[in-house]
């Protein structure tokens, strides 16, 4: 029977074959399934590049044969969704060595200080720089000078919302300060600034609250800045001095909200949950310190209260009566719970305050919302004292406790009750003096 063995060889070697065909389309399906997983969406329409999107165009050319490092968050997806670790560790010549993350961990997830961990999803150690290092010399948010060892560069991709006291702008420039002690090169891939370029407002901090985490650099609570334009005036007004690139954003323009670029929105922080929630951030979040946020409930940032607050109505009346534009405020009760709300004011107590809804986003001034907010809370309950549960006396309305996120001299002026009118010019004319500097380091025109 000659016909029997070549039609077995002929079966086997289709079988080869088929097997050939079918099992690299399986790894290449496997390769493709996501590492690191976003939730993301689309909010608007628009054709802007991100940083990470030019340099994906490109294949990633200029990062290839260099030993890397990254500090990163889930923030940092390209225009389909895709994260950086993704594309990173899928790209060949890329060398990732060193996996570093701010504030709230890799994921976002976490609202409490994060020591160091394998992430699960890509098998590397996470360097956590929200920690503290007991018995060095290391400040909470500087990198350890062992990990940054033996790296040719340090890719940053975070994403801002226009907010001195929002900390990813202090990891960065943490980072800057790191890198250029260590003779390591930095890579800024620039992402929008969420709530504009061009809405630029608030006083300046004190002069002994600056280099913190909440305060790296004396300039307005909103900056309108980016983060390659921030990564720049940093690296030249502090003399940080390291070996700096901006990979630049295409299409963007100074005057866009994050709804008209076309990128997909992630949550840059567990609180900050849509656009109009980075909005007012950079007003009403100055007497976060004192008063709930809403942090702990299904809309953080869009509403504020406080178990003191009594009239809430009295308060918005006051509010409204100032002229305050592009706002509604509306009465309203909540109890915060759960995990975000932890360590938080009012947590798991009923608070009275009021609703946030953004009628018009071009009018509203979020810091002047937040001036004529503290103007009242000082007023009403700044002379009220209160036992804490430590047998201390104090202030049910602590002004002081602001000074970090505004400045003394605020704090000052409304305890004395000066009018809200002087305060807001004093405001402008500290925004002009820093407007004048920025200047030179914007990208963007």
């Known amino acids: 029977m000659p016909f029997r063995r070549p039609f077995f060889h002929v079966l086997t070697t289709l079988c080869i074959l088929s ?34 999107d030019v340099l994906e165009a490109g294949d990633f050319s200029s990062l290839k044969g260099k030993k890397l490092g990254l500090l990163t968050n889930m923030c940092a997806i390209d225009r389909n969704g895709h ?105 800024v891939l620039d992402r929008p600034n969420p709530i504009g370029g061009t809405y630029v407002d608030g006083p300046i901090q004190d002069f002994d609250k600056r280099d913190e985490l909440t305060a790296y650099f004396p300039m307005p609570i909103a900056h309108g800045m980016t983060m390659g334009e921030l990564a720049k005036m940093f690296n030249t007004e502090n003399k ?11 299409n963007w323009k100074r005057d866009m909200y994050f709804d008209q670029t ?35 409930t299904p809309q953080p940032f869009h509403v504020f209260g406080s178990p003191m607050i009594s009239d809430p109505q009295a308060l918005i009346d006051h509010v409204m009566k100032l002229g305050i534009k592009g706002v509604k405020l509306e009465p309203v009760s909540f109890t915060p719970s759960g995990v975000l709300s932890k360590g938080h004011p009012g947590e798991g107590r009923e608070c009275h305050g009021a609703r946030i809804t953004i009628t018009d986003r071009k009018q509203f001034r979020a810091y002047e919302l937040g001036q004529a907010v503290i103007d009242y809370l000082q007023a009403t309950y700044g002379d009220e004292y209160t036992t804490t549960s430590k047998g201390k006396t104090v202030p049910r309305y602590n002004i002081w406790a602001i000074r970090n996120a505004a400045s003394s001299w605020v704090c000052a002026r409304t305890v004395e009750r000066k009018p809200f009118a002087e305060t807001m010019k004093l405001v402008d004319e500290q925004v002009a003096t820093f407007k004048t500097m920025r200047a030179k380091y914007l990208i963007y025109k």
């Open 19 to 52: 097997a050939s065909l079918v099992l690299p389309c399986s790894a290449a399906d496997a390769a493709k399934a996501p590492l690191v997983k976003v939730e993301s969406r689309v909010i608007g329409q628009g054709n802007v590049l991100s940083g990470l």
């Open 83 to 187: 994260h950086i670790l993704d594309l990173l560790l899928n790209t060949p010549g890329i060398r990732l060595e060193a996996l570093f993350s701010p504030e709230h961990g890799l994921y976002g997830t976490q609202d409490t200080l994060v020591d160091d961990s394998k992430d699960t999803a890509t098998g590397m150690m996470v360097h956590s720089l929200y920690q503290r290092h007991p018995g060095t010399n290391i400040k909470t948010g500087h990198a350890n000078p062992e990990d940054l060892k033996g790296l040719d560069a340090i890719v940053i991709d975070l994403q801002d919302i226009g907010a001195r006291y929002y900390t990813y702008i202090t990891y960065m420039a943490y980072m800057m300060e790191d890198c250029s002690k260590a003779g390591v090169k930095v890579i």
């Open 240 to 250: 940080i001095n390291c070996q700096l690139t901006v990979v630049p954003m295409k």
């Open 262 to 296: 076309g990128l997909r929105w992630v949550n840059p922080s567990p609180n900050i949950q849509d656009l109009d929630a980075a909005l007012v951030y950079p007003g009403i979040a100055i007497t976060e310190a004192l008063i709930s946020m809403g942090r702990g």
